[in-house]
């Protein structure tokens, strides 16, 4: 009578556990971009909130020189901090809101995502009266940089 085999053999599990390395070899370093990429945009998302308030002020007078007076919060998952310039004057509305990133492992921590408003005045008052326009600039890497951004990073 032959006897029946029961389990598996070395060199089987020997395989799997090959497949399984070679798996991870290439998942783990994917993922980690891809948590370093949505890092980054959910920076920018914290801070395209406040857009609106900083012209918002601006048009009514109100110099936003902190992260308060537009809504933003000390802190935030991604940011470890705003850094928020408006230097509006005769020449036109101009400002930038700052997030100075946290997180990623290491990958996108205390770098920065911001975004500067170029817009024309037209009265004397030095309000906007044309269409404001935000550019987004960071300087992590370009495989991270969020659409509709451009990169200082080399």
Same mark, same amino acid.
């Given at each position: 009578m032959k006897s029946m085999q029961k389990g598996f053999t070395l060199i089987e599990l020997m395989i799997v556990v090959a497949?399984? @390395? *070679?798996? %991870?070899a290439i998942a783990i370093p994917a993922y980690s971009n891809y948590v370093a990429r949505s890092q980054v945009? @959910? &920076?920018? %998302?914290? *801070? =395209? =909130? @406040?857009? &609106?308030k900083w012209i918002d002020n601006?048009?009514? &007078? *109100?110099t936003s020189t902190t992260g308060?007076? *537009?809504?933003?919060? @000390?802190?935030?998952a991604q940011c470890h901090s705003f850094v928020v310039a408006d230097t509006s004057g005769t020449d036109g509305a101009v400002g930038s809101i700052e997030c100075n990133l946290k997180g990623a492992g290491g990958t996108v921590d205390g770098k920065h995502i911001t975004v500067a408003?170029? %817009?024309?005045?037209?009265?004397?008052?030095g309000k906007i009266?044309?269409?404001?326009?935000w550019a987004c600039t960071t300087d992590v890497a370009q495989k991270f940089t969020p659409k509709g951004c451009t990169t200082s990073a080399q």
């Amino acid at each position: 009578m032959k006897s029946m085999q029961k389990g598996f053999t070395l060199i089987e599990l020997m395989i799997v556990v090959a497949i399984i @390395a *070679i798996l %991870a070899a290439i998942a783990i370093p994917a993922y980690s971009n891809y948590v370093a990429r949505s890092q980054v945009t @959910a &920076g920018l %998302a914290d *801070i =395209q =909130q @406040a857009e &609106g308030k900083w012209i918002d002020n601006n048009t009514n &007078g *109100i110099t936003s020189t902190t992260g308060t007076l *537009i809504g933003l919060p @000390a802190s935030t998952a991604q940011c470890h901090s705003f850094v928020v310039a408006d230097t509006s004057g005769t020449d036109g509305a101009v400002g930038s809101i700052e997030c100075n990133l946290k997180g990623a492992g290491g990958t996108v921590d205390g770098k920065h995502i911001t975004v500067a408003l170029n %817009a024309e005045v037209t009265d004397a008052t030095g309000k906007i009266t044309t269409a404001a326009t935000w550019a987004c600039t960071t300087d992590v890497a370009q495989k991270f940089t969020p659409k509709g951004c451009t990169t200082s990073a080399q």
